[in-house]
């Protein structure tokens, strides 16, 4: 299913390309960069934990690929643009909150501080940006551009998934709730996203852009854990992350 995904997405953005170059598309085209800080939802740490959500973090680099490709049709090349990008996350994972703290000299306490992990992941896809006040790319617009998009993605991710006390698998080593629970290795996991952002036109042809991103996986092995559900009803949803992403963006036609 997912090698069937990734050459959908592939054929998707050349045929996109050639509409454009062949004329059809927009008059038009765009390139960015971005970066900024991801914090997960992950299986680290107890259940609703914002300090978990705040110190689980990593980040994102980026490269997108901007059309406007639906002229044909009256008024819409000036609301919606199509976004192909390419991005690497990664971020790293450690047990937060009342569970490892450091007053605790319990075995389970001190397995939960033993435990740490990484991921990093590098996804292809695309987003539909509609902006909802008519865009002007070169000159006379407003200075501000905000939009919001949606789109799917393709990951292959990279996990670790480590203790202090010794290899993962043992008594010693492993709460219980995480015995055949966690993983290392690679995996391709689909996603979908979806952003609310603006950009902010600097001159003719140039431009920043700020965006919160939401990335769900569906997956529950991102970060590498995923205690059975069950057995463990907190486990209840797939990996998440949310970002903040800043990038420059140059128009050329």
Request: with cysteine.
């Amino acid at each position: 299913m997912f090698k069937k995904a990734i050459l959908f997405i592939c054929i998707f953005i050349i045929s996109i390309s050639m509409y454009s170059q062949n004329g059809y598309g927009g008059n038009y085209t765009e390139i960015g960069v971005f970066t900024g800080p991801v914090f997960f939802k992950s299986d680290y740490g107890e259940r609703g934990s914002f300090e978990n959500f705040e110190k689980n973090n990593g980040y994102t680099l980026g490269a997108s690929y901007y059309l406007s490709t639906i002229n044909n049709f009256n008024g819409l090349q000036d609301n919606f643009k199509l976004r192909l990008e390419l991005f690497y996350t990664k971020a790293d994972f450690k047990h937060y909150g009342k569970y490892v703290d450091p007053s605790s000299n319990t075995l389970f306490a001190n397995q939960l501080r033993g435990m740490y992990g990484s991921t990093s992941f590098s996804s292809i896809g695309f987003q539909v940006e509609y902006y909802p006040f008519k865009t002007d790319d070169y000159n006379g617009g407003a200075s501000l551009s905000p939009y919001i998009s949606f789109g799917p993605q393709i990951n292959y991710v990279s996990v670790t998934s480590r203790s202090t006390l010794g290899g993962l698998g043992t008594s010693i080593t492993t709460p219980q709730k995480y015995f055949g629970g966690y993983r290392n290795g690679s995996m391709t996991v689909a996603s979908l996203t979806g952003s609310i952002g603006t950009r902010y036109k600097l001159s003719d042809y140039h431009s920043l852009f700020a965006e919160l991103k939401g990335q769900y996986f569906f997956s529950d092995w991102v970060d590498g854990l995923n205690p059975n559900k069950a057995i463990y009803k907190e486990n209840k949803s797939n990996d998440w992350c949310v970002g903040l992403n800043l990038g420059y963006i140059y128009y050329f036609n």
